[in-house]
């Protein structure tokens, strides 16, 4: 299928977040390679109908970053494909709920500094569990998706880490990662029904100033993106094979 005809979104019925990294120009002006790299919600609800998608797509890989009692009630099996357990054990709903217990009530600036912490961990934190995501990028460039629950905060992060390690400019890669409030569908309630709405709108989507958090502490802690990548073991030779399975020659 001609690239140009491609969608980035799959429109799957069970996943609302799925969606391909192709296409972005990377370094050299070098596109992101079509149907290798996915990023998406949870998979659980997948129908026979998406199934047979991603069967087509030659899917092989699966990269999970929930917690383990996230996967445990919403266990997948897609056939043909590896799971790979990375797990980042989620944070956001026990920090909410801890700023809840001290009586104050919450609004919209509380849940934005909420999220910039979150992100900042992922750097802080978390920054094994992406090196060894990163590990297996390099091992093939058989397609693959990696997802969260929402897809939105671990995996935008590490959507935005694959992008800039290939050369894809910032301000693409915001755009790839707020692209998740046109896409994601949250299904049933709140999950606190105390929880003031406008601090619900913010916890459920992603703005700018998350993904910047975490790219400021990349950028004060480590001096900028290359070093990071370096210092979660991908240095320069893992940079140009990276570049060379995911580019468009």
């Known amino acids: 299928m001609p690239t140009s005809t491609l969608s980035r979104s799959l429109n799957l019925s069970g996943a609302t977040n799925f969606r391909d990294l192709g296409g972005y120009l ?23 109908q998406d199934l047979a998608v991603l069967a087509e ?54 849940a934005v500094a909420l999220m910039q912490q979150t992100y900042r961990a992922f750097v802080h934190d978390n920054s094994s569990r992406f090196g060894e995501f990163f590990t297996h990028l390099l091992d093939s460039d058989a397609p693959l998706v990696f997802h969260c629950t929402a897809g939105k905060d671990r995996t935008g992060f590490a959507a935005a880490l694959i992008l800039l390690a290939l050369g894809v400019p910032r301000p693409v890669v915001m755009e790839d ?70 580019l468009q020659a």
């Open 57 to 110: 797509l030659r899917l092989s890989r699966s990269f999970d970053f929930r917690g383990v009692n996230e996967r445990a009630t919403a266990a997948y099996e897609l056939p043909g494909v590896v799971q790979h357990s990375l797990s980042i054990e989620p944070t956001v709903v026990q920090s909410l709920r801890a700023l809840m217990d001290t009586g104050e009530r919450l609004n919209e600036h509380d």
């Open 177 to 246: 990662f707020l692209l998740t409030n046109s896409l994601y569908r949250r299904a049933g309630p709140s999950v606190h029904s105390d929880v003031p709405i406008e601090v619900m709108e913010v916890i459920w989507k992603v703005r700018g100033e998350f993904l910047e958090a975490a790219l400021q502490v990349v950028d004060a802690d480590c001096g900028g993106v290359d070093n990071y990548l370096a210092r979660i073991g991908i240095g320069a030779s893992q940079r140009r094979r990276l570049i060379d399975l995911y």
């Open 26 to 48: 990377g370094k050299d002006g070098r596109p992101v390679r079509w149907r290798r790299l996915f990023r998406s919600d949870n998979l659980a609800g997948l129908s026979a």
